[in-house]
């Protein structure tokens, strides 16, 4: 088996007297798709979070691509961090698109800031990701004069615009109309149809049984139980498991 690409070994995290995470153990290989269940409060953001260094443990590590980003040490190497950031794209359940920028100058911002991008070479590839994410027609239009679902797509393609080998995604459909939520869904399943790496949030559960290689259950700050989507969903071993997938199904 080649090195995962994302290893967190016994991961804690704390807020002040509050243990969120008490010892999450979780790799994550090139082109999986996991995907994150558990009922709210379980720390299933906080554990995203922590991937790529929006938050620090408390103890216990995350290694991305064998590299040691974040650990108890409490101190990080900030280029390193930002490196990590290039790599890791996340997505939010709040779109947190700038409000006085068109789409496409949403998807270029990043690039020039982060990535060091000339305007016209980041034009270009905001274009590309925007086409992708379905959004062609749409790219001079400001974020007030989107859907819900479009937002969320002008977000997919900015984060998509930084070519990062792993996705993130906390619930990227949670906030939005039902009816739009098939167009955000659509995007993610084509990006597992191309091979790419990625840990999910989801509360749609049809979905993570669809396209999910592995469904990890989180409850207080555990995994509680991890399988295939056929496993977890149709035969869960722990009570607890049980108890949740019956009252979401
Ligand atoms: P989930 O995503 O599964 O709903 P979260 O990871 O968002 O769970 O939160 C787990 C718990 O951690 C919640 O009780 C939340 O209030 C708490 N929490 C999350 N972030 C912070 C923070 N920055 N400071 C204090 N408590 C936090
Ligand atoms: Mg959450």
Known sequence: MPKPMIEVTQLHKSFGSLEILKGIDLDVHQGEIVVIIGPSGSGKSTLLRCLNCLELPTSGTVKVEGENFADSSGRYNEKRVAKLRTEIGMVFQSFNLFPMMTAVENVMAAQVKIRKKSK?????????????????????????????????????????????????????????????????????????????????????MRFAEEIGDRIIFMDKGMIVEEGKPDELFNAPKHQRTKLFINQVL
Do not use: C, N, W
């Open 120 to 204: 016209e070479e980041a034009r270009k590839t905001a274009e590309k990701y925007l086409k992708k994410v379905g959004l062609a027609e749409r790219m001079d239009h400001y974020p007030d004069q989107l859907s819900g679902g479009q937002k969320q797509r002008v977000a997919i393609a900015r984060a998509l615009a930084m070519e990062p080998h792993i996705m993130l995604f906390d619930e990227a459909t949670s906030a939005l109309d039902p009816e739009l939520v098939g167009e955000v869904l659509k995007v993610i399943r084509e990006l597992a149809d191309e091979g790419m790496t990625m840990v999910l949030v989801t509360h749609e």
